[in-house]
């Protein structure tokens, strides 16, 4: 089965003297079923691992800056250790969006205090709940010092 990887959907912007318009016209919203806001006041949370077989996510960062991993899952009730997670930094002053397909966990931390994320996904809450499993936060990644 060849499986979706991780991207960065770039988006753009246009200036002129009534201001700016931001836009990632790459990303399709057609699959699109529900969008929740995360703020993380603290620069110790982390909210991971979280794996799905469906659920296809969309990060965009709308304040600060986040770190959000993704690891692909290659045995759903005990994952091995490899592969191990890749990351990108999402910041609000580059309009992009991360798009990590089924297949993979993904887990996220704020660079900033107060940062928020937007979070994209094809399935509805009941559907993601049904599709989702989780892993310690402390698996895998040390999200204090391998992040850069």
Known sequence: MNIAK??????GCFK????TVSFINDFNMSSIKRMYAIKHESLQTIRAWQ???IEHKYFKCT?????VAWKKIDNYK????????EYHILKAS???ILSIPPGYMNGLKAIEKNAEIL???NLN?????KDSIRFENKLWLDWFNNIR
């Open 78 to 85: 005990c994952p091995s250790d490899l592969p191990l997670p």
């Open 125 to 129: 809450l009941e559907a993601s709940l």
């Open 16 to 19: 002129d003297e009534r201001g």
């Open 119 to 121: 979070v994209f996904s």
């Open 6 to 11: 991780p991207k960065i959907i770039k988006g």
């Open 51 to 53: 794996g799905h077989k």
């Open 94 to 96: 580059e309009n992009q």
């Open 63 to 67: 304040k600060g800056s986040f770190a």
